[in-house]
């Protein structure tokens, strides 16, 4: 009872969800980034499909990068 | 009151107990890593002691919480920091012995609070940044960190059914490199806090700074430094638990769940909860490995480390309270510095009883339940 009056449960809940989003967003990009890297190294696909490997885990490495730059936004800019 | 050498002594034990806390903690960060061979032991622990250095200077919100949410700033005095610093210290290395990945934040609060109780009261007691800022993230932590390892693992395994065995171990082994580097910039930017939070209200207790000052920049560097330092020497003891104790991890497991881990510390950092980054560290490896199926997590072990858990505070409150009861007893600076003697000699006493069953870089990968090989321990001058 105590716990429930003094809790911001709508703040402890955003940090619980951006969390979990923040963490499975990144292994899931970086997942992807792989499989994709995985088929472009694959001589055994058709070009186009290697190509399409190519560029899914270029984008991938970009979604990581920009979720790292957002990451250290988040930090620095309101502390 | 101003008393030089009283707050001299304090900072110094602060800086002492930052130093354990790197040590401690090293594991959260590098287990993993480690467990897994994406990096060798030496170079896993020189690379998070370089990130947590990095990520101690990234925010300062946890240790404005710490200095401010806690305890009544203008009944805090510095005999009662030095008695927390004093539990919480020996609380670490009594864990550390045992090889239990208990929680240095815990330790810390609970040593304040049980030193504060005595000298003060419950009224001394910010009950309310306690229970909001405290108790119910340390309760939520884990669970949440173990749910997000849990669905990443659960994903990364769909997404790359198709990929080759080697590449995935050689893909997430690289990943491993970044994503323990992400840790501990993680652990940086919320333990380190914690000190620089207790030194900033023992400088506020000596009169040095106004109440509600800001962190000066030299507890910032020095804190910083203190924790890097101790996360150097790695804490082997509980980096084995971590690493092989709970489950036998992947190179896929370990990235996920020290990204996970990286994601729940960040934004906690973020709104300023001085969480602990041990519990947030084990719920995401006993996370990957329970939603791997069919793969063993010794549950037994997670209950005895939670068990630990659940007892840090109030042990660490009951430490800070009997060093503090001590202290005041013999009185002034003499009683300060008595503990201090007795302090180092329990810790001492720790360091070489260790030294009997010694775990290092050399074996801190031996597998899990066999006898751990003999390691040559270089002959030591007693301190």
Redesign the interface.
């Known amino acids: 009872m105590?716990?429930t009056l003094?809790?911001?449960w709508t703040?402890?809940g955003h940090?619980?969800l951006?969390?979990?989003l923040?963490?499975?967003g990144?292994?899931?990009a970086?997942?992807?980034g792989?499989?994709a890297?995985?088929?472009a190294?694959d001589t055994n696909r058709s070009r186009f499909t290697r190509s399409l490997g190519v560029a899914v885990a270029v984008v991938m490495t970009g979604v990581l990068a920009w979720a790292?730059w957002w990451?250290?936004e988040?930090?620095?800019n309101?502390? | 009151m101003h008393n030089t050498l009283l707050l001299a002594i304090v900072v110094a034990v602060a800086l002492a107990f930052d130093f354990t806390n790197g040590f401690h903690d090293t594991a959260n960060a590098v287990a993993p890593t480690i467990a897994t061979g994406a990096l060798k032991p030496r170079m896993a622990v020189a690379l998070s002691s370089v990130f947590n250095l990095v990520g101690a200077f990234l925010s300062l919100k946890v240790a404005a919480t710490i200095a401010s949410a806690l305890v009544a700033q203008n009944l805090v005095t510095l005999p009662v920091i030095f008695a927390g610093l004093i539990g919480a210290t020996a609380w670490n290395v009594t864990t550390w012995y045992f090889a239990i990945p208990s929680s240095s934040s815990h330790a810390l609060i609970g040593g304040v609070i049980g030193a504060m109780l005595v000298l003060a009261g419950g009224h001394a007691v910010l009950w309310s940044g306690l229970i909001s800022k405290v108790i119910v993230p340390a309760g939520l932590a884990p669970l949440v960190a173990m749910i997000a390892a849990a669905v990443a693992i659960f994903s990364a395994k769909r997404l790359t059914t198709k990929v080759d065995r080697d590449t995935s171990s050689m893909g997430y082994r690289f990943g491993q490199i970044g994503s323990s580097s992400l840790l501990s910039i993680a652990h940086g930017t919320n333990d380190a806090q914690k000190t620089m939070g207790v030194v900033t209200l023992a400088l506020i207790a000596n009169g040095t700074l106004a109440s509600n000052s800001s962190t000066p920049a030299w507890v910032v560097v020095s804190c910083a430094f203190a924790i890097a330092m101790g996360t150097f020497f790695g804490g082997w003891r509980i980096i084995r638990t971590m690493g092989h104790g709970f489950t036998h991890l992947t190179p896929q497991q370990g990235f996920a769940a020290q990204i996970a881990s990286s994601a729940v510390i960040l934004t906690s950092s973020h709104m300023g909860l001085p969480l602990s980054t041990t519990h947030v560290a084990t719920g995401s490896i006993v996370g990957v490995g329970a939603a791997t199926p069919g793969q063993p997590v010794r549950w037994r072990l997670v209950r005895d480390v939670a068990m630990a858990w659940v007892i840090t505070l109030p042990a660490a409150g009951l430490f800070g309270a009997l060093s503090y009861y001590l202290a005041h007893l013999i009185g002034g600076t003499y009683g300060v510095t008595v503990l201090a003697i007795v302090a180092a000699a329990y810790v001492t006493f720790l360091l070489r009883r260790s030294r009997r069953h010694v775990i290092s870089a050399a074996n801190v990968n031996d597998l899990w339940g066999e006898p751990v090989a003999p390691v040559e321990v270089p002959t030591v001058v007693a301190a």
Do not use: P
């Open positions: 105590t716990a003094l809790v911001d703040l402890l940090v619980v951006a969390a979990v923040a963490g499975v990144v292994v899931v970086f997942s992807i792989l499989a890297l995985s088929f190294r790292l990451g250290f988040l930090i620095t309101k502390s």
